[in-house]
T-cell receptor, first 116, second 116 residues
Framework: AQTVTQSQPEMSVQEAETVTLSCTYD???????LFWYKQPPSRQMILVIR??????QNATENRFSVNFQKAAKSFSLKISDSQLGDTAMYFC?????????????FGTGTRLKVLA | NAGVMQNPRHLVRRRGQEARLRCSPM?????VYWYRQLPEEGLKFMVY????????ESGMPKERFSAEFPKEGPSILRIQQVVRGDSAAYFC??????????????FGDGTRLSIL
């Protein structure tokens, strides 16, 4: 069974600084997808960034980028120029095809606080 | 273009009552996923449905829980004879087809179920 591990329950970063959230996963699959979702206090689940496992190039979305190391099964999220609005829970998620279904497997989350 | 709509936003039930959670997917989406989030935890997959069909219910408790997605109307997650341990946030997500990176799942705002 697949598992997703986020080893940092809480982190904080000064506004405008850079922070990296770690995520590791365990799978025997070769083809899968990885995601980072943000959950602010409003509880919405907001897609931050996504990566296909077959792509070697790391995904980037504005201030958000990932470091995808397939062999190490690592998928960290880097937030540059942190803003107060980045304060939220961040969940790493794994998705594979299982008999035609695409279901997410989430980590337990990292609570990020951006300090003014 | 309305997003995924879940109602109610909050639901309070006494032990032994029934809880019905509704989810209207985004327009054009025919695939619905239900996830449960216990306090301080990540989301856990429960069930995946297409119109009139349950595709994957591997995450659903065998008793008291059921889900449907009729041809007309919203998807319903039904919990019979609720117990305190059912208290959680229940999220619905929808996708256009079978998901994946090109067609990610879009989440609703969740229903917070509290059992007295």
């Amino acid at each position: 069974a697949q598992t997703v591990t986020q080893s940092q329950p809480e982190m904080s970063v000064q506004e405008a600084e850079t922070v990296t959230l770690s995520c590791t996963y365990d799978t025997s699959e070769n083809n899968y997808y990885l995601f980072w979702y943000k959950q602010p206090p409003s509880r919405q689940m907001i897609l931050v960034i996504r990566q296909e496992a077959y792509k070697q190039q790391n995904a980037t979305e504005n201030r958000f980028s990932v470091n995808f190391q397939k062999a190490a099964k690592s998928f960290s999220l880097k937030i540059s120029d942190s803003q107060l609005g980045d304060t939220a829970m961040y969940f790493c998620a794994f998705m594979k095809i299982t008999s035609g279904t695409y279901k997410y497997i989430f980590g337990t989350g990292t609570r990020l606080k951006v300090l003014a | 273009n309305a997003g995924v709509m879940q109602n109610p936003r909050h639901l309070v039930r006494r032990r032994g009552q029934e809880a019905r959670l509704r989810c209207s997917p985004m327009k054009g989406h025919s695939h619905v996923y239900w996830y449960r989030q216990l306090p301080e935890e990540g989301l856990k997959f429960m069930v995946y449905l297409q119109k009139e069909n349950i595709i994957d219910e591997s995450g659903m408790p065998k008793e008291r829980f059921s889900a449907e997605f009729p041809k007309e109307g919203p998807s319903i997650l039904r919990i019979q004879q609720v117990v305190r341990g059912d208290s959680a946030a229940y999220f619905c997500a929808s996708s256009y087809a079978t998901g994946g990176v090109s067609q990610p799942q879009h989440f609703g705002d969740g229903t917070r179920l509290s059992i007295l």
